[in-house]
């Protein structure tokens, strides 16, 4: 558990269970390992997971905390991004046989990213660069974008991916701090102070004047949305070239922008008679999740069943 106590919490893990329908000796494609949360439970069942994550942090701590599984073979490990997923599993497929019974995707970041120190994911880390990337092999770091980019499409990017409504004078401030001092940019404190000075005088709420801001950054460096569009087609195929029986696709999302993307998705698929919703509304947290785990809030699952 880190320092805060804020270790990252698997959501919605009755709903991922019942959706998802783990069966025994069964695969599972768990898109979005994190801390292995979903993994765990998936695992328990008796079901055999292959986990993909781009970050090189979450393997590290899989690697030593499914020890036993990875060994057993219960649980197979690939760094790799998950848009990237089909060409994975047709190489796994050379050497076992395999057919995915389901997938899962919840997407975003964990919370052992957004409180860690030293990756410019947190406002409190004024020092740190401001990075920002999940995978460390992108090329592009947050501070890089806020150098390169011009005022309107800083603007437009702030506000479509934050939804944050004062997105125009926020950038109009980034680009006049670029324009003195760009290699100010890099640190975490000096986009806050930016955001502070517009914001600040007008904060209320429990929630910090940098979330939005910081949001939009990082779905821009980690091309999450991208990311979403060109997958789901994706797994969609691979459970359909499957010969298990009752498949599952299951999407976890945390805001507007992903929420969109799958249930468009979702519904085009339930049109073309391909796959059938499991619940015609999204799943969200109830009254006792939410005493546990606030962050689960904004949490909204899908389920296809094919
Ligand atoms: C919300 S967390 C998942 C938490 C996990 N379900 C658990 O219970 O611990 C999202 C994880 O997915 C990873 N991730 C996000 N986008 C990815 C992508 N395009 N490819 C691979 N991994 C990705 C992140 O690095 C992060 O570890």
Same mark, same amino acid.
């Given at each position: 558990?880190?320092?805060?106590?804020? +270790?990252?919490?698997?959501?919605?893990?009755?709903?991922?269970? +019942?959706?998802?329908?783990?069966?025994?000796?069964?695969?599972?494609?768990? #898109?979005? =390992? &994190?801390?292995?949360?979903?993994?765990?439970?998936?695992?328990?069942?008796?079901?055999?997971?292959? #986990?993909?994550? =781009?970050?090189?942090?979450?393997?590290?701590?899989?690697?030593?905390?499914?020890?036993?599984?990875?060994?057993?073979?219960?649980?197979?490990?690939?760094?790799?991004?998950?848009?990237?997923?089909?060409?994975? @599993?047709?190489?796994?497929?050379?050497?076992?046989?395999?057919?995915?019974?389901?997938? $899962?995707? !919840?997407?975003?970041?964990?919370?052992?990213?957004?409180?860690?120190?030293?990756? &410019?994911?947190?406002?409190?880390?004024?020092?740190? @660069?401001?990075?920002?990337?999940?995978?460390?092999?992108?090329?592009?770091?947050?501070?890089?974008?806020?150098?390169?980019?011009?005022?309107?499409?800083? #603007?437009?990017?702030? =506000?479509?991916?934050?939804?944050?409504?004062? /997105?125009?004078?926020?950038?109009?401030?980034?680009?006049?701090?670029?324009?003195?001092?760009?290699?100010?940019? !890099?640190?975490? &404190?000096?986009?806050?102070?930016?955001? !502070?000075?517009?914001?600040?005088?007008?904060?209320?709420?429990?929630?910090?004047?940098?979330?939005?801001?910081?949001? /939009?950054?990082?779905?821009?460096?980690?091309?999450?949305?991208?990311?979403? +569009?060109?997958?789901?087609?994706?797994?969609?195929?691979?459970?359909?070239?499957?010969?298990?029986? !009752?498949?599952?696709?299951?999407?976890?999302?945390?805001?507007?922008?992903?929420?969109?993307?799958?249930?468009?998705? =979702?519904?085009?698929?339930?049109?073309?008679?391909? &796959?059938?919703?499991?619940?015609?509304? #999204?799943?969200?947290?109830?009254?006792? +999740?939410?005493? @546990?785990?606030?962050?689960?809030?904004? /949490?909204? $699952?899908?389920?296809?069943?094919?």
């Amino acid at each position: 558990m880190n320092k805060n106590n804020q +270790e990252h919490q698997a959501i919605l893990i009755k709903e991922v269970l +019942e959706t998802l329908n783990p069966q025994k000796d069964a695969y599972y494609i768990d #898109a979005t =390992f &994190g801390r292995g949360g979903h993994s765990r439970e998936i695992l328990k069942k008796g079901a055999k997971v292959i #986990a993909f994550d =781009f970050d090189q942090q979450s393997i590290e701590n899989a690697k030593k905390l499914f020890s036993k599984e990875i060994d057993s073979k219960q649980l197979i490990l690939i760094r790799e991004n998950f848009s990237k997923m089909d060409a994975s @599993i047709s190489n796994l497929k050379k050497s076992l046989n395999l057919e995915i019974s389901g997938i $899962l995707f !919840d997407f975003g970041t964990s919370t052992d990213q957004l409180m860690s120190k030293d990756r &410019g994911f947190s406002f409190e880390a004024r020092e740190e @660069i401001l990075d920002m990337r999940m995978d460390d092999r992108l090329g592009v770091k947050a501070c890089d974008l806020l150098k390169l980019i011009d005022e309107k499409q800083l #603007a437009n990017m702030i =506000f479509e991916y934050g939804g944050e409504t004062d /997105a125009r004078a926020i950038a109009k401030k980034i680009v006049a701090v670029r324009r003195r001092d760009p290699n100010s940019l !890099d640190k975490v &404190g000096t986009l806050v102070d930016i955001i !502070d000075s517009v914001k600040g005088f007008r904060a209320k709420g429990k929630i910090n004047v940098a979330t939005k801001t910081f949001q /939009a950054l990082r779905i821009i460096v980690n091309d999450e949305l991208s990311n979403i +569009e060109e997958v789901l087609p994706k797994a969609l195929k691979i459970l359909q070239e499957s010969k298990a029986i !009752d498949k599952r696709l299951v999407c976890i999302a945390f805001h507007e922008g992903e929420d969109r993307l799958v249930k468009t998705f =979702f519904k085009k698929i339930e049109a073309e008679n391909i &796959g059938k919703l499991i619940n015609k509304k #999204a799943l969200q947290a109830s009254e006792e +999740e939410l005493k @546990i785990n606030p962050r689960s809030r904004s /949490a909204k $699952l899908r389920a296809l069943a094919l």
